[in-house]
């Protein structure tokens, strides 16, 4: 099969690069640390779910949430 990569694992890959430089020069501490691991398998979770189905609803519900919030 030839799947095609999708924006959360693409962060997913990213925060996981970042996390990876900073644990080795110890730039942040390990609670935000372990924070932006936890987001990283939270965007590959998100991203091998959407490349076998349909989150067309998910993001809609995003983005209406998103407007409620900063509706003034």
């Known amino acids: 099969m030839n799947y095609k990569t999708n ?5 997913g890959t990213l925060l996981t690069a970042i996390y990876l430089f900073t644990n080795q020069f110890n730039v942040f501490p390990h609670s935000l640390r372990g ?4 987001l990283a ?7 091998i779910y959407g490349m076998h189905h349909d989150i067309t ?4 519900w995003k983005k209406s949430l ?3 919030m900063f509706k003034s």
């Not at 924006?7 to 962060?11: E, G, M, N, T, V």
């Not at 924070?35 to 936890?38: A, K, S």
């Not at 398998?41 to 991203?47: F, M, Q």
């Open 66 to 68: 998103i407007k409620r």
């Open 7 to 11: 924006k959360p694992l693409f962060i």
């Open 41 to 47: 398998i939270a965007a590959y979770g998100a991203g």
């Open 57 to 60: 609803k998910i993001k809609e």
């Open 35 to 38: 924070f932006l691991f936890g």
